[in-house]
């Protein structure tokens, strides 16, 4: 296991940069807050070892200037926070082991040793606490038990001022990536929707240089496919339009041949001919944009007509299942797929069936179900390619011009639908097409 995953880390480049910025900024402001802390305890460290030499060695002279009977009444006045006074011996120790409790008791040696001679040591059982034994001008025992102060109490708005600055911090940060990736999203919205029709909407120009150039970048690139997707169909159509010319004359040459088996294949080549060019035409303008508007419709109509179409025809093509609601598609669009997923059914079985279906979440579903060869699973996907084929005899009746289920798949994209295939159990196809949108 990576360290990448073992940190979970983000999926999103939003959600990195806003940790990264966070954490930097949360860590630089901890060192700063220890750093402070640090640089207070010490200073005011240094102030209570000079207010603690200067009182002891006043309430020491003062003590051993009064009579022995009034000394316990001075005790409390002189006591304080970190210290007070006891007259006798106090409790004996070892020596000292904590840095600050050495440091005051250098800091009292410092101001009274030299006059009165005195012992130090540490209290069993607590850490910092220690004390100074010494005797007064007539002999008495004084003992100053000291408990020093490890640092300053913090104030109890502290905590929450600083939880304050953690919850200010991290909006900063949300809000400062959120600026700065808002034109990576825009960027990615407008090239998932440059779909078949390459109608996405154009990125303003304005904003941080670096944003306007990708800008300027992505509408040229836009405009660049657009040209090329124009010119390829402007071709194909001037291709197909001057293919009519010699087809028809060569239909008027086949009608007046004497052999009349060559002249039935040679109409049926022409009519293949023809066929493929219609189609190579009609996948082109599929791929530079379905110019047809979306409207609202009833489906169960358009269905119902489609199917009658078939039969009128003397296909066996059925309906199943029902809408039972309005929706707003492309009517050509749709009615042009679902033909010619039934017409690849109709030709590799004989037989069709369409079933439609509306859910609850506001999709639709059409299948188009036969009882055909199927696909191997290898070639699900392939067959939606430009002229690919899987049958390879060229037979006149299942070949194809394999542009059908391509032309499918362009329009089903143009319709923000979704196409695919699927084998059925015990044999034949299901070609699924999804319809997000239903109003």
């Known amino acids: 296991m990576n360290v990448r995953s073992w940190l979970h880390w983000p999926r999103t480049l939003f959600a990195r940069l806003t940790v990264i910025l966070f954490i930097g900024l949360a860590s630089a402001q901890a060192l700063s807050f220890w750093l402070t802390m640090t640089e207070r305890d010490q200073s005011m460290t240094n102030v209570m070892m000079g207010y603690i030499e200067r009182e002891v060695v006043s309430s020491v002279a003062l003590l051993d200037h009064l009579p022995a009977s009034e000394r316990a009444q001075w005790l409390p006045r002189l006591a304080r926070r970190s210290y007070d006074f006891i007259l006798g011996p106090g409790v004996s120790g070892g020596t000292l082991d904590a840095q600050l409790s050495a440091r005051v008791a250098q800091s009292i040696s410092e101001g009274i040793g030299t006059r009165y001679p005195l012992t130090v040591n540490a209290v069993p059982g607590d850490r910092e606490r220690l004390q100074v034994h010494l005797r007064l001008s007539d002999g008495s025992p004084l003992t100053i038990d000291l408990r020093p102060m490890p640092s300053t109490p913090l104030s109890r708005w502290l905590p ?9 911090l991290l909006a900063c940060c949300w809000l400062a990536v959120r600026v700065a990736t808002r034109p990576l999203h825009e960027l990615a919205a407008a090239a998932d929707g440059l779909g078949p029709d390459l109608k996405a909407f154009r990125l303003p120009t304005d904003g941080p240089s670096e944003v306007a150039r990708a800008a300027r970048a992505f509408n040229s690139m836009q405009d660049r496919i657009s040209m090329y997707m124009t010119e390829r169909m402007q071709i194909l159509a001037a291709i197909s339009h001057d293919l009519q010319t010699p087809i028809t004359r060569m239909r008027l040459r086949v009608e007046v041949m004497d052999d009349e088996a ?37 489906p169960d109509a358009l269905f119902d007509s489609l199917v009658c179409d078939y039969v009128d025809a003397g296909q066996d093509v059925c309906l199943q299942g029902r809408f039972g609601m309005p929706l707003t598609t492309r009517p050509q669009a749709l009615r042009r797929i679902v033909g010619n997923l039934v017409d690849n059914a109709l030709k590799f079985s004989g037989v069709a069936e369409i079933n439609v279906a509306a859910s609850s979440d506001g999709k639709a579903t059409v299948t188009v179900l036969d009882r055909g060869p199927g696909i191997p699973e290898q070639s699900l996907e392939a067959v939606f390619q430009p002229f690919y084929r899987i049958e390879t005899s060229r037979n006149r009746n299942t070949g194809g011009t394999g542009l059908g289920l391509a032309i499918a798949r362009q329009l089903a994209l143009a319709m923000d639908a ?18 997000k949108t239903m109003h």
């Open 160 to 168: 929450l001022g600083l939880i304050l600055q953690l919850v200010v």
């Open 262 to 298: 060559e002249s039935v294949k040679l109409r049926q080549d022409l009519q293949e001919i023809e066929a493929l060019v219609k189609e190579g035409v009609t996948y082109a303008r599929t791929l530079h944009g379905a110019t047809e508007v979306p409207c609202r419709i009833d």
């Open 418 to 435: 979704t196409l695919s295939l699927h084998n059925r159990a015990g044999g034949g196809l299901e070609a699924r097409l999804m319809l």
